[in-house]
């Protein structure tokens, strides 16, 4: 996967262990969310 992706999943789950475990794990849910719709982006070739 591209490093895009890498930084924005950690960048996710760094905010999420910020915010808490509660709260937390909903970031850690929409951040893998996020990810997976701009995965399914970049093999549709939006960003090429």
């Given amino acids: 996967m591209p490093l895009l992706f890498i ?3 950690g960048l996710g789950l760094g905010t999420a262990l910020g915010v808490g475990v509660s709260q937390g794990l909903n970031k850690t849910l ?3 969310a996020v990810m997976a719709l ?3 982006a970049y093999k549709l070739g939006v960003f090429r």
Avoid: E, S, V
Wanted: without cysteine.
């Fill in 7 to 9: 930084g924005l999943g």
């Fill in 30 to 32: 929409t951040a893998i």
């Fill in 38 to 40: 701009l995965y399914l």
